[in-house]
Structures are given as C-alpha cells and as structure tokens.
C-alpha cells in the first residue's frame, strides 16, 4: 500500500465512497459499502459513519462487479483507423462497462517487435478511456526474439494465427509454431482454424457466393484439426496455451481433457447467435471467424461454460464499415463490434437463467485476470485497483446503432431488447461513465502483469 494509501486509510478519507450497494467480493454478494483511493480499493463494509469522500455514489439497487476485462479486441489502430481506433474503442468500452483491454496485432504495420508495441503504448496514452496491454504476434520471422518481446511493459503476451490472417502473421506450420512455442513462459494465446483446409474448401463458397455457407466452408474438422495440432505442440515443448474463441462440441470435448494447461475462451456471438437463423437475418454482417455454427455447437458451449471448461468470455471486437461488411460474399470481411455489448448481453443471459452472476464474474474478471497474471485486477477487494462495473439486473433497455461508439457504428444486435445493463464505470476510482453518460477525458493507463516488468 503506498503512502498516500496508507494516509487515506488513517484518515477514513476516500475520493471516491460508493454506498447502498450489492457487491460481488470472492465471498459472493455482500450489501456493503466501497471506499476508493489513490486509485485502489480502501476499505469495504459499513463505511456511512466512520469515511468521508470527495465524491459519494449512491447506488442503492445496483451491484457492483470488478471491473470487466475483455481480453481480446481489434482497434484497428494503426493503419486501419477508418473503422475504429484507440480512442473510439475505449469509450465504446466503458460506455459498456468493460476498464480494461486486450488488443490484437493485427493491424498495420503488424505488432510484431518492441518498436511496433512502443507505437501503441503511445498510441494509446491520453486516448484510451480504459486500461489496455497489446498483443505482441508470434511468428517465423521474431520466433527467437518472443521471450524478451512477451515480457516488454504493455505486452499482454503472444498471439498466433493458425489460419485467417496473412503475411508474416501467419504461423500454420508445425515447425515455425514449435520454434514459437519454445521461445516464451507466460501462456500463449491461439486463433485455432486449420489454413490448409480452409484453403482446400474455399472453392465451396466462391462458387456459391452463399453466406450461409460460411460454416460449412470453416467446418469443424478446420476447427478441430488445428487444435488438436496446437495442443500436441504445446504438450512436446511444455506451454501452456489459451484457445480463443471456440465454437465447436468437438473441440469442447478435447479440450475438457487438458485444462490443466490449457484454458479456454469463447464469445458472446458464439453464445447468442447461431446458424442458419443468424445467416438468413444479417446475411454477411454475421460473418465470423470462426464462424456462428449450428444450435448444437451453441448448447455445447453453455454446457462447458457450467462445467468450468470455460476459463473466460472475450468479445473478439473486430469492427468493419458498413460498406466493407456489405461486399459480396466470400470478398466480404469477417467481423463485427463486440466490446460494448459484451456485457449487456451476458446479463440478459444472467436474467434468462443461462448463467449465474457469480460465474459472469469469474468468466469476464477473475478468470481473466488469474489466467494472464494481471497484476491488481479481477476482484473486488483491499489493495486491488478500484475497476468497478456498476450494473442494474433489472434495467430494460434495447440495443441501438446510434448507442454504438464504435466507428464503423454498427452493431448486429440493433433492436435488441436486454434485460440489465451498466449504469456507472469507475477506472481506478475515476467515474468514467455516470448514469450512461460518458465523464471527463481518457484516463486510461497501461495494465501490468506479474510475470513482466512493470512501468516505472
């Protein structure tokens, strides 16, 4: 605890007090108060009385979560501003009520050494809304390099693209992922889709011109295929691997079989929609990759989700343009936004009976923090960084293109209506969104981890 800390404690003075509450602690969900200062968590319990603030919140009828972190995002920046950005991407989190992100490397230039990661690190610092790391790409041409580049302040680890992405970010071969894997100790983080076989089958879609046929072009044997390669390699050369995104039953299945290194993301799409239905509805505006499969697929990963297979739930935000996302199919891109929604939809599935809040919490803020070693996040409790996500169970709303903030400014949810929702967002004791309304400037800062340098 730092001096000032200290200081604030001594004093029962906090900046921030939050009162009336419900609040998820590791204890589950306790009717208690929240002192914040100098960033952290001070003091939890009956606080009315004894502590002063600058600021006090009442949020009788709200729970207060950890803060949300969404491991995986696309902000497209740089070289891909026109559909998103750093700054865009942050607010559309905390209008969302995520504090902090993952970004990908798949930008351009490509985030492939210190120079690149630096660019976004300054990319980022008065810009972001939320706290962020970046994504270092692993790859044949900086394999070597990868165990000094995955412990550099703001690396949130290593990413490789088995399939789906292009040039030097492109690792499909064995031996280029076994001189990767070998070349690293924090966990490392995989997109799983077999290239060869997706090139062997593309021909299906590019006669049919048929987006419905997407999932049937990235079949689970491309799925699976390349999981089952990743875990081997990973299990000869002793790391420990994070699959992201994960659609299929078959994959669940394997995957059941390893947690001990091997942990597991899926997605809110994945959990949400499913084929053909979200085919013949959005057409290529729900082009995913992988891909939404059929219902079956989908119960699957609610089942893993209640049988703690799943570790965590990412958004995989990977906004484009309208007008990108209505080219012809297969030329149309795969992607859609993801970071503001994430929560909303999850507490709908909270109030349809699909997940309980205490594994929403572990799922979006424990487990993402235990699992990557974040240092002072994913828990609400004394010393920890005062991330809140404040929410109301029993909030209706309904999901709107205009309410995204995303630059491309659109959502494959529009019309939806959800049942709860995020009133307030607190980044390090800072209110960044109040009632649903955005506050102040950026403020978001460089997440650390435990297992790299932290920034002075």
């Known amino acids: 605890m730092s001096f000032d800390t200290a200081s604030a404690v001594a004093a029962r003075r906090a900046d921030l007090l939050l009162t009336g509450g419900t609040v998820m602690t590791p204890n589950g969900a306790e009717r208690i108060d929240v002192a914040c200062a100098n960033g952290r968590i001070v003091a939890l319990g009956d606080l009315r009385l004894d502590w002063s603030a600058e600021s006090t919140l009442d949020i009788t009828g709200l729970h207060v979560l950890p803060g949300v972190i969404d491991s995986q995002v696309h902000f497209r920046e740089p070289g891909l501003t026109h559909k998103e950005d750093l700054e865009s991407g942050t607010r559309g989190a905390v209008l969302g009520g995520v504090t902090s992100v993952f970004e990908m490397p798949n930008t351009h230039p490509l985030t492939l050494w210190q120079a690149d990661l630096q660019a976004k690190l300054d990319a980022a610092r008065g810009r972001a809304w939320c706290d962020y790391a970046f994504y270092i790409g692993g790859s044949a041409v900086n394999a070597e390099q ?44 995989v997109h799983a889709e077999d290239e060869a076989r997706l090139r062997e089958r593309k021909a299906l879609v590019e006669a049919s011109g048929d987006v419905r046929q997407h999932h049937h072009w990235r079949d689970v044997k491309s799925a699976l295929r390349a999981t089952q390669r990743i875990i081997g390699l990973a299990a000869e050369t002793g790391r420990r691997l994070h699959v992201l995104h994960v659609t299929t039953a078959d994959e669940i299945a394997l995957l059941a079989q390893h947690k001990r290194r091997v942990t ?45 297979v799943v570790d965590v739930i990412g958004s995989d935000h990977a906004p484009h343009t309208r007008e990108e996302k209505a080219r012809p199919y297969p030329q149309s891109p795969s992607g859609m936004t993801g970071v503001q929604t994430l929560l909303p939809l999850l507490l709908d599935h909270v109030n349809a009976g699909r997940l309980s809040l205490q594994r929403l919490v572990d799922l979006t803020s424990a487990g993402p923090a235990r699992i990557f070693g974040i240092e002072g996040k994913g828990r609400i409790a004394l010393g920890f960084d005062a991330d809140l996500t404040l929410v109301d169970l029993a909030a209706q709303r309904c999901i709107r293109n205009d309410w995204i903030a995303s630059r491309s400014g659109w959502t494959p949810y529009d019309g939806m209506a959800i049942t709860g929702w995020p009133i307030h967002t607190v980044v390090r004791g800072q209110v960044v969104v109040r009632d649903e309304e955005l506050q102040g400037t950026p403020r978001g800062q460089t997440s650390r981890f435990l297992e790299a340098p932290v920034l002075a």
Not at 147 to 166: I, Q, W, Y
């Open 146 to 189: 990868l165990d000094s580049l995955e412990n550099l302040p703001g690396c949130a680890g290593v990413k490789v693209f088995m399939g789906s992405s292009f040039g030097d970010l492109l690792a499909d071969e064995d031996e280029v992922l076994r001189r990767i894997l070998r070349h690293g100790r924090r966990r490392l983080a």
């Open 264 to 308: 597991v993301e899926v997605t809110p799409h994945h959990l949400t929609m499913h084929a053909p239905d979200c085919y013949e509805r959005l057409g290529s505006f729900a082009q995913m990759n992988p891909p939404v499969r059929e219902k079956h697929h989908q119960d699957a990963l609610w089942q893993a989700i209640r049988d703690g």
